[in-house]
Protein backbone atom coordinates (compact mmCIF):
# COMPACT_ATOMS: atom_id res chain seq x y z
CA UNK A 1 0.00 0.00 0.00
CA UNK A 2 1.54 3.53 -1.21
CA UNK A 3 -0.13 6.99 0.05
CA UNK A 4 -2.23 6.86 -2.90
CA UNK A 5 -2.67 3.43 -4.08
CA UNK A 6 -4.25 1.19 -1.78
CA UNK A 7 -2.76 -2.26 -4.01
CA UNK A 8 -1.14 -4.82 -1.89
CA UNK A 9 2.59 -5.64 -3.13
CA UNK A 10 2.45 -7.63 -6.11
CA UNK A 11 -1.06 -6.50 -7.27
CA UNK A 12 0.23 -3.93 -9.88
CA UNK A 13 1.47 -5.57 -12.93
CA UNK A 14 5.23 -4.32 -14.19
CA UNK A 15 3.62 -3.02 -17.19
CA UNK A 16 0.87 0.06 -16.70
CA UNK A 17 -1.35 2.17 -19.27
CA UNK A 18 -2.20 5.41 -17.88
CA UNK A 19 -5.07 7.33 -18.46
CA UNK A 20 -5.77 10.76 -17.37
CA UNK A 21 -9.54 9.90 -16.53
CA UNK A 22 -9.88 6.91 -14.23
CA UNK A 23 -13.17 5.61 -15.86
CA UNK A 24 -10.88 5.28 -18.90
CA UNK A 25 -8.75 2.95 -16.93
CA UNK A 26 -12.59 0.99 -16.05
CA UNK A 27 -13.53 1.03 -19.88
CA UNK A 28 -10.11 -0.26 -21.03
CA UNK A 29 -10.42 -3.19 -18.43
CA UNK A 30 -13.78 -4.21 -19.09
CA UNK A 31 -13.40 -4.08 -22.84
CA UNK A 32 -9.68 -5.34 -23.45
CA UNK A 33 -8.93 -7.01 -20.10
CA UNK A 34 -9.51 -10.41 -19.14
CA UNK A 35 -10.20 -11.45 -15.73
CA UNK A 36 -9.67 -7.81 -14.50
CA UNK A 37 -9.48 -6.94 -10.78
CA UNK A 38 -9.66 -3.20 -9.24
CA UNK A 39 -7.17 -3.01 -6.73
CA UNK A 40 -7.69 0.84 -6.34
CA UNK A 41 -10.41 3.15 -5.53
CA UNK A 42 -8.73 5.72 -3.05
CA UNK A 43 -9.96 9.02 -4.63
CA UNK A 44 -11.78 7.67 -6.87
CA UNK A 45 -8.69 6.78 -8.72
CA UNK A 46 -9.48 3.34 -10.35
CA UNK A 47 -6.76 0.87 -11.13
CA UNK A 48 -7.23 -2.89 -12.66
CA UNK A 49 -4.77 -5.27 -12.80
CA UNK A 50 -5.76 -8.18 -15.71
CA UNK A 51 -4.55 -9.70 -18.52
CA UNK A 52 -4.22 -9.13 -22.39
CA UNK A 53 -3.95 -11.74 -24.67
CA UNK A 54 -2.56 -13.74 -21.82
CA UNK A 55 0.16 -10.76 -20.86
CA UNK A 56 -0.34 -9.27 -17.47
CA UNK A 57 -0.75 -5.73 -17.38
CA UNK A 58 -2.46 -2.55 -15.20
CA UNK A 59 -4.44 0.12 -15.91
CA UNK A 60 -4.01 3.39 -13.54
CA UNK A 61 -6.08 6.93 -13.64
CA UNK A 62 -3.52 9.53 -13.05
CA UNK A 63 -5.76 12.58 -13.31
CA UNK A 64 -4.79 15.71 -14.78
CA UNK A 65 -1.59 17.80 -15.07
CA UNK A 66 1.59 16.98 -13.99
CA UNK A 67 0.82 17.39 -9.93
CA UNK A 68 -1.50 14.93 -10.01
CA UNK A 69 0.20 12.43 -12.80
CA UNK A 70 3.18 12.69 -10.61
CA UNK A 71 1.98 11.23 -7.86
CA UNK A 72 1.07 8.23 -9.29
CA UNK A 73 4.12 7.66 -11.80
CA UNK A 74 6.07 7.90 -8.96
CA UNK A 75 4.43 5.67 -6.29
CA UNK A 76 3.77 2.77 -9.14
CA UNK A 77 7.41 2.82 -10.01
CA UNK A 78 9.26 2.85 -6.46
CA UNK A 79 6.51 1.63 -3.89
CA UNK A 80 5.42 -1.31 -7.07
CA UNK A 81 8.05 -1.42 -9.20
CA UNK A 82 6.81 -0.89 -11.99
CA UNK A 83 8.62 -0.89 -15.08
CA UNK A 84 7.04 0.02 -18.38
CA UNK A 85 4.49 2.88 -18.11
CA UNK A 86 2.76 4.46 -21.24
CA UNK A 87 0.13 7.02 -21.21
CA UNK A 88 -2.79 6.37 -23.11
CA UNK A 89 -4.14 10.00 -23.33
CA UNK A 90 -5.65 12.88 -26.03
CA UNK A 91 -4.09 16.51 -27.13
CA UNK A 92 -4.98 19.68 -28.85
CA UNK A 93 -3.14 19.64 -31.94
CA UNK A 94 -0.67 23.12 -32.45
CA UNK A 95 0.21 22.30 -35.73
CA UNK A 96 -1.39 22.67 -39.28
CA UNK A 97 -0.16 19.48 -40.19
CA UNK A 98 -1.50 17.48 -37.29
CA UNK A 99 -4.86 16.64 -38.07
CA UNK A 100 -8.18 15.64 -35.46
CA UNK A 101 -8.71 11.96 -34.88
CA UNK A 102 -4.71 11.89 -35.81
CA UNK A 103 -2.27 9.64 -33.27
CA UNK A 104 0.48 11.69 -31.96
CA UNK A 105 3.28 9.94 -30.18
CA UNK A 106 5.42 12.21 -28.05
CA UNK A 107 9.36 11.66 -28.77
CA UNK A 108 10.03 14.65 -26.63
CA UNK A 109 8.14 16.86 -24.40
CA UNK A 110 8.78 20.38 -23.44
CA UNK A 111 6.60 21.88 -20.54
CA UNK A 112 5.76 25.70 -19.33
CA UNK A 113 6.05 23.74 -15.71
CA UNK A 114 8.30 25.19 -13.05
CA UNK A 115 8.01 21.20 -11.69
CA UNK A 116 10.95 20.17 -14.46
CA UNK A 117 13.09 23.80 -14.51
CA UNK A 118 12.76 23.94 -10.49
CA UNK A 119 14.62 20.10 -10.67
CA UNK A 120 17.32 20.95 -12.75
CA UNK A 121 18.17 24.99 -11.00
CA UNK A 122 17.30 26.60 -14.05
CA UNK A 123 18.97 24.59 -16.83
CA UNK A 124 16.30 22.88 -19.76
CA UNK A 125 16.25 19.15 -19.58
CA UNK A 126 14.80 17.37 -22.30
CA UNK A 127 11.91 15.10 -21.28
CA UNK A 128 12.56 12.38 -23.53
CA UNK A 129 10.41 8.96 -24.37
CA UNK A 130 11.90 5.37 -24.37
CA UNK A 131 13.73 4.63 -27.28
CA UNK A 132 12.74 1.18 -27.00
CA UNK A 133 9.01 1.91 -26.67
CA UNK A 134 9.40 4.18 -29.47
CA UNK A 135 10.98 1.76 -32.18
CA UNK A 136 7.84 -0.58 -30.86
CA UNK A 137 4.60 1.81 -31.25
CA UNK A 138 6.33 3.23 -34.59
CA UNK A 139 6.38 -0.40 -35.96
CA UNK A 140 2.58 -1.60 -34.48
CA UNK A 141 1.42 1.60 -35.87
CA UNK A 142 2.57 1.30 -39.13
CA UNK A 143 1.82 -2.27 -39.13
CA UNK A 144 -2.15 -1.23 -38.14
CA UNK A 145 -1.79 1.17 -40.97
CA UNK A 146 -2.39 4.07 -38.54
CA UNK A 147 -1.97 7.54 -39.18
CA UNK A 148 0.48 9.16 -36.76
CA UNK A 149 2.63 11.99 -36.61
CA UNK A 150 5.85 11.49 -33.82
CA UNK A 151 7.57 14.45 -32.43
CA UNK A 152 8.18 17.04 -29.68
CA UNK A 153 4.62 18.01 -28.01
CA UNK A 154 3.91 20.48 -24.82
CA UNK A 155 2.69 19.90 -21.56
CA UNK A 156 1.39 22.69 -19.99
CA UNK A 157 0.33 23.35 -17.02
CA UNK A 158 -2.78 25.65 -18.05
CA UNK A 159 -5.69 24.29 -19.99
CA UNK A 160 -7.44 27.73 -19.82
CA UNK A 161 -5.33 30.62 -21.01
CA UNK A 162 -5.49 34.17 -20.28
CA UNK A 163 -7.83 35.11 -22.73
CA UNK A 164 -5.88 38.52 -23.09
CA UNK A 165 -3.06 36.61 -24.75
CA UNK A 166 -4.00 36.34 -28.83
CA UNK A 167 -2.08 32.37 -29.13
CA UNK A 168 -0.70 31.24 -26.11
CA UNK A 169 0.76 27.99 -28.43
CA UNK A 170 2.20 30.53 -31.18
CA UNK A 171 5.78 30.09 -30.03
CA UNK A 172 5.08 26.46 -29.44
CA UNK A 173 4.18 26.47 -33.58
CA UNK A 174 7.02 28.09 -34.99
CA UNK A 175 9.45 25.62 -32.98
CA UNK A 176 7.62 22.42 -34.56
CA UNK A 177 5.60 21.16 -31.41
CA UNK A 178 2.90 18.89 -32.74
CA UNK A 179 0.50 19.14 -30.12
CA UNK A 180 -0.66 19.93 -26.25
CA UNK A 181 -1.92 18.24 -23.19
CA UNK A 182 -0.73 18.13 -19.76
CA UNK A 183 1.51 15.08 -18.12
CA UNK A 184 3.78 13.92 -20.49
CA UNK A 185 7.39 15.88 -19.78
CA UNK A 186 6.66 14.84 -15.51
CA UNK A 187 5.88 11.03 -16.93
CA UNK A 188 9.43 11.35 -18.71
CA UNK A 189 11.75 13.37 -16.49
CA UNK A 190 10.61 10.56 -13.73
CA UNK A 191 11.18 7.80 -15.85
CA UNK A 192 14.89 9.28 -16.61
CA UNK A 193 15.01 9.63 -13.14
CA UNK A 194 14.23 6.35 -11.87
CA UNK A 195 15.43 4.30 -14.83
CA UNK A 196 12.40 2.57 -16.00
CA UNK A 197 10.64 3.26 -19.49
CA UNK A 198 7.97 5.44 -20.14
CA UNK A 199 6.00 6.53 -24.06
CA UNK A 200 2.95 8.56 -24.69
CA UNK A 201 0.98 7.78 -26.91
CA UNK A 202 -1.95 10.39 -27.49
CA UNK A 203 -5.08 10.94 -29.97
CA UNK A 204 -5.79 14.55 -31.33
CA UNK A 205 -9.30 15.01 -29.67
CA UNK A 206 -9.52 18.83 -30.86
CA UNK A 207 -7.67 21.40 -32.44
CA UNK A 208 -6.36 24.83 -31.31
CA UNK A 209 -5.59 26.49 -35.12
CA UNK A 210 -8.97 25.55 -36.04
CA UNK A 211 -11.73 24.94 -33.04
CA UNK A 212 -12.47 21.29 -34.86
CA UNK A 213 -13.64 18.40 -31.62
CA UNK A 214 -14.10 15.06 -32.24
CA UNK A 215 -17.46 13.93 -30.85
CA UNK A 216 -17.46 12.24 -27.95
CA UNK A 217 -18.46 8.50 -29.79
CA UNK A 218 -15.38 8.94 -32.16
CA UNK A 219 -13.14 10.16 -29.67
CA UNK A 220 -14.15 6.94 -27.75
CA UNK A 221 -12.89 4.38 -31.00
CA UNK A 222 -10.10 6.58 -31.51
CA UNK A 223 -8.86 6.22 -28.35
CA UNK A 224 -9.71 2.07 -28.17
CA UNK A 225 -7.31 2.07 -31.14
CA UNK A 226 -4.89 3.51 -29.48
CA UNK A 227 -4.73 1.94 -26.23
CA UNK A 228 -5.02 -1.47 -28.46
CA UNK A 229 -1.34 -0.52 -29.68
CA UNK A 230 -0.16 0.12 -26.70
CA UNK A 231 -1.55 -2.60 -24.88
CA UNK A 232 0.45 -4.72 -28.33
CA UNK A 233 3.76 -3.14 -27.25
CA UNK A 234 3.69 -4.99 -23.81
CA UNK A 235 3.34 -8.70 -25.76
N1 LIG B 1 -5.01 21.56 -23.96
C1 LIG B 1 -4.44 20.79 -23.05
N2 LIG B 1 -4.63 19.50 -22.98
C2 LIG B 1 -5.44 18.93 -23.87
C3 LIG B 1 -6.07 19.67 -24.85
C4 LIG B 1 -5.83 21.05 -24.90
O1 LIG B 1 -6.37 21.78 -25.75
N3 LIG B 1 -6.84 18.83 -25.57
C5 LIG B 1 -6.68 17.60 -25.05
N4 LIG B 1 -5.83 17.66 -24.02
Not at 159 to 186: C, K, N, Q
Not at 204 to 219: F, K, Y
Request: glycine residues 8%; proline residues 3%.
Amino acid sequence: MSIHIEAKTGEIADFVLLPGDPLRAKHIAENLLEKAVCYNNVRGMLGFTGYYQGRRVSIQGTGMGLPSHLIYVHELINDYGVKTLIRVGTCGGILDSVKVRELVIAVSASTDSAIVSKQFKGMTFAPTASFNLLQKAIKKAGEKGMNFKAGNILSSDLFYHDPVDPDAYEIWRRYGTLAVEMESAGLYMLASRYGVEALSLLTVSDHLLTGEHVPPLERQENFTNMTELALNIAL
